[in-house]
Structure formats: structure tokens, C-alpha cells
């Protein structure tokens, strides 16, 4: 056996040790956690990997990715950063002058941020504008949130029937079937090296923020069928869970779905809406700024249940993706059903999924707590929407303040598991518990430690691990583990009525980074995974 004994730091563990600064690793298992001076008494012929006063902490999963297209992001023409539409062509056209790949794919542009000197600025590009910059060549520009995108002529004719198709625009983005169709086609047009390229460096950015976990979230409208299977392929240290989305009715086929998929579950992003940027999330109420329009419903309630009475019946997990209060209530009426007839316990044993989970109410919470459900959320949609005049406001109006409750459903006992959805927002763990303590909206905020641990223990549990001791530093835990430097160690809570007991010295609460605005986020400098270091900061 090999032991290793981390010394001189600060190691987040558990209350009974919160000022830690010591850590003994064996064969790949946390064995011992206290001070250095025990440390190196109980350990004298260990291996010492001096901290430096850096912090330690368990490694983050980050529950809900999209691995191709982050890569794709990280390597190719990333529009995020695109001011107006004016600006998202020019960088467009400059991308094609310089690359002459079989497809154009380009990610993350949102024109409800743009403005610009002309009236037309802050709209999407058009058809006409891709053709312009482009000429004859396959471009796919997808929206910030996926579930839309701006495509070329070459790539529409590409497309048999697109113009029937429902969500069909022949000059703006398209939406719904008609650009899951356009999707498919610009998919293929990606060459198996290209995709494995993407996917490894997205796996390589993940370690470099601290994440030894991710879950891949694919489907036949998303990802399709060759690069979900491509991805269980990928030699990397960074684990990936598979969640292929697509509905079943029968035990027989979920089983058949499980085995022809290689997938660990059923689910992930199986849409049962879009998004509201796209104005495909399905809703109740009309759209503030589209009177008349609702959304897109893509999965029926009797679906629905059909789905979730065959994994619950196969004892396989399932998932889906709701953000529209419509696609909640659709949710939440047929696990109702499927309660009364399998009973919550059977439910609960699968730990079935919500992604997003955007407009729940109480009563659905406290429904989804009783069954069991993990909700998988994503705190950087309210970072980077949720603001006084953002997209959430003009999309929903006073229905904002609602969306992304974090607390509303903790408090229900529903698990929460916070994740990027990359390549919708960064892998960027810290920046998503920031974000999850300093909501837009008060209320709905939690502490630091609790978005802390629904980065860690909660995107295990969220993966059906829950041992209670991964995604943890006590003795007995796996060594997932990442080293930060930091510059300030806080105890903090989301209001003051937890503060002032949190913040007492009886309390033993481990302290952890300083994330209010305007602090300096904890920077990775080593990730380890089963006591074998991924990743190591470079050096200057």
C-alpha cells in the first residue's frame, strides 16, 4: 500500500474536523483527516505533497453537459462574446476566411443582449446574411440555448421537406422539428475526428475546473446516435455518465433502449419542451412579448407516464427536460398517476431526473420530493438572464421572479444537483454556486454550502451514487479530490436569520472560498481522481 499526506493547507471535510489542514490518501482512499502534526505522528513513512496553504475540497460533477458541442465551443467559432448582429457576422466571416471544414458550426449567440446603430441589430442573422458572408457553404449558428438556430440555404437544401416542417422560418432561426431536422443534417456533416477532438477537449476543461464527473445528456434531436455511442469510447480519467433521450412505453423496451444505447439511463434531455429564449419553453400563460404564443409541447402527459412507469418497472432512471411551467405540470400530473399505481417508494428508488426545472410551484415540489426526484439546475441561467430587464423579464414578466427557486425546492426535500448545461454556460462550478447564493431573486437563493454540496454530493446522487461518502474528505471516501488557491476562507449563509448561527465558532461549519461578487474565485491548480492526479495548473 502507498500513502500519501497532503500538509499544509485547508481541507474541507466534515464538522468534526473544520479546520482541517491535512489529508492522508491510501491506494486511492481518503484514510485520515485532521492536522499536520497528527498527520505526519500517524503517517511517518508517507509520501508528503506539501499544499502551500491552498485549498482542498471535493471534486465537482457537473450533472448536465453536452460534450461534442462544448468542444466545439471551446475550439471553434464561439459567439457568445458577439455584441449585435452586425458583430456576429463579422466574427462569422472572419471564421470562414480562415477554415474550410465540410460545416460551419458556431454556438452561443444571443440577440437579447444585442443592440447596435441600426434598427436591425439587435435581431438574429438571417438566412440571407449566412449566405451572404458564406457563399455556397453548410453554416449552422446555433442560439445560446440550443433550441434554435440560424442555418444557410446550403444547409437547408440539405434538409428534404424542411419547409413543411413545423418551426419553419425561410429566413430566421429555426425552432421545434424544423431545427432538430437542420441539426441532424449539420451533425453528420462533422467528421468522426473533428467530434472526438471536441469531446476530449471538453473533458480536458472540465479537469482544469476541478470536475471528475460529468453527465453526458444526448438524444435523438441533440447529439444522435453515432456520437452518443462515440463518447463511451473516449479514453480520458474524467467519468461520464450517458443519458440518451428517448421515451419508451413498455419495460421490454426500456430494456431494449438501455442495452442497444450502451446508456445508463433513460432520459436526461428528453425534451418535453424547448427553451424561453427560443419561446419553445411550453407555457400555461401566453409569452409577455409574443401574445398568442405558448411554446412547443413535445411529449403528451400520457407519454409521459408510459415513460415513467416502464423505467420505474425496469428499475432504470429517467429524465426529463422541463422549463415551462405546462412541461412542469405535464411532469408532475403523470408521476401522480404513475405514484398511485407503483407507489413513491418505487419512484424514489430510481431517483428520476428533472433537468432545468426552471417554474416549479410548491405543490409540484413537494410532489417531486415524495417521489424521489433529483433536480438538475443550472444556477448560471439566472446569472446570466435573470437581471432587472433581461430576457426572463421581457419573455415572462412578473412570472421572473419565480424561476430557478433553489431554496423553494430544497426546502421541499427535493435533491438538488447544480450543472453548466454546457455548452449553454461555462463548466465553471464556482461561478454556478455564486450564482445559486446571489439569485436575482433573494428568496430563492441557498447557502454556500448547500450549492457547494448540490456541486458535488448532489451531481452523484443526481448519477445514482449515494454511499454517502463520495463527494466527500472523510475516511473511507474515494480521493476525488481538486486543490484551489484561494484568498479568503468565509462561513456564510443565504440570510441573516442563518448567519449569526452559522457564523458562531460552536457551530463547526467548515469554512469555505469567499464567492460574493466582486471576490476572486478559487482557481484550480490540481484535479485528482482516485488519487491519480488529471490535471496539474501549468506552470509559468
Do not use: K
Request: glycine share 10%.
Amino acid at each position: 500500500m502507498t500513502t500519501q499526506l497532503l500538509l499544509g493547507g485547508m481541507v474541507y471535510s466534515s464538522p468534526a474536523v473544520p479546520d482541517a489542514t491535512a489529508l492522508a490518501i491510501t491506494d486511492g482512499t481518503v484514510v485520515w483527516v485532521g492536522t499536520d502534526d497528527v498527520g505526519r505522528a500517524l503517517h511517518p513513512d508517507a509520501e508528503i505533497v506539501d499544499l502551500e496553504g491552498r485549498f482542498v475540497a471535493p471534486a465537482f460533477v457537473d450533472s448536465h453537459v453536452h460534450l461534442t458541442d462544448t468542444g466545439l465551443r471551446l475550439i471553434g467559432l464561439d459567439l457568445s462574446e458577439a455584441t449585435s448582429r452586425t458583430d456576429c457576422l463579422a466574427r462569422l466571416a472572419a471564421y470562414v476566411a480562415d477554415h474550410d471544414a465540410e460545416i460551419v458550426w458556431g454556438l452561443g449567440w444571443d440577440s437579447s443582449t444585442w443592440a447596435g446603430e441600426n434598427d436591425a441589430d439587435d435581431m438574429p442573422p438571417s438566412t440571407a446574411d449566412l449566405d451572404t458572408v458564406a457563399g455556397g457553404r453548410p453554416i449552422y449558428l446555433s442560439r445560446i440555448d440550443e433550441h434554435s438556430a440560424a442555418a444557410s440555404s446550403a444547409l437547408r437544401e440539405m434538409v428534404h421537406g424542411i419547409e413543411a416542417a413545423t418551426g419553419f422560418d425561410p429566413q430566421g432561426p429555426l425552432v421545434a422539428d424544423a431545427h432538430h431536422r437542420v441539426r441532424a443534417a449539420a451533425r453528420a456533416l462533422i467528421t468522426p475526428e473533428a467530434r472526438r477532438r471536441a469531446q476530449l477537449r471538453a473533458l480536458d476543461h472540465a479537469a482544469s475546473r476541478g470536475v471528475v464527473a460529468v453527465h453526458e445528456n444526448g438524444g435523438p434531436d441533440i447529439s444522435g446516435v453515432d456520437d452518443f455511442r462515440s463518447i463511451a469510447d473516449l479514453d480520458h480519467p474524467v467519468m461520464v455518465r450517458r443519458y440518451w433521450g428517448q421515451p419508451v412505453s413498455t419495460l421490454e423496451e426500456a430494456r431494449a433502449v438501455v442495452s442497444a444505447m450502451g446508456a445508463d439511463a433513460i432520459g436526461g434531455d428528453l425534451f418535453v419542451d424547448g427553451a424561453i429564449g427560443s419561446r419553445t419553453a411550453w407555457l400555461t400563460e401566453e409569452y409577455t412579448d409574443a401574445p398568442g404564443e405558448f411554446g412547443v409541447a413535445y411529449l403528451d402527459e400520457e407519454t409521459i407516464a408510459n415513460h415513467l412507469r416502464a423505467t420505474t418497472l425496469a428499475g432504470v432512471q429517467a429524465g426529463f427536460h422541463v422549463i415551462g411551467d405546462g412541461a412542469v405540470a405535464a411532469v408532475a400530473a403523470a408521476m401522480s398517476t404513475v405514484a398511485d399505481e407503483l407507489g413513491t417508494p418505487a419512484l424514489a428508488r430510481c431517483a428520476h431526473r428533472l433537468e432545468h426545472a426552471e417554474m416549479v410551484t410548491p405543490e409540484q415540489a413537494e410532489l417531486f420530493a415524495r417521489c424521489g426526484v433529483v433536480a438538475s439546475m443550472q444556477p448560471l441561467f439566472d446569472d446570466e438572464w435573470g437581471g432587472d430587464d433581461a430576457l426572463y423579464i421581457r419573455r415572462l414578466g412578473d412570472r421572473a421572479p419565480t424561476l430557478n427557486d433553489f431554496a423553494g425546492l430544497a426546502r421541499a426535500g427535493v435533491a438538488l444537483a447544480f450543472s453548466s448545461d454546457a455548452p449553454v454556460c461555462d463548466i465553471d462550478p464556482w461561478a454556478s454556486i455564486r450564482a445559486a447564493v446571489h439569485h436575482h431573486a433573494p428568496t430563492n437563493a441557498v447557502s454556500p454550502r448547500a450549492a457547494f454540496a448540490a456541486c458535488t454530493r448532489g451531481g452523484w446522487r443526481a448519477g445514482g451514487v449515494n454511499d454517502g461518502l463520495t463527494g466527500t474528505l472523510v475516511p473511507g471516501a474515494p480521493a476525488h479530490y481538486a486543490v484551489w488557491d484561494v484568498d479568503a476562507l468565509v462561513v456564510a449563509a443565504s440570510h441573516a436569520g442563518v448567519q449569526r448561527w452559522s457564523t458562531d465558532p460552536r457551530s463547526r461549519v467548515p469554512a469555505l472560498p469567499d464567492v460574493a461578487p466582486g471576490a476572486r474565485l478559487p482557481e484550480c491548480v490540481r484535479t485528482v481522481i482516485g488519487g491519480v492526479t488529471v490535471y496539474e495548473r501549468p506552470t509559468a
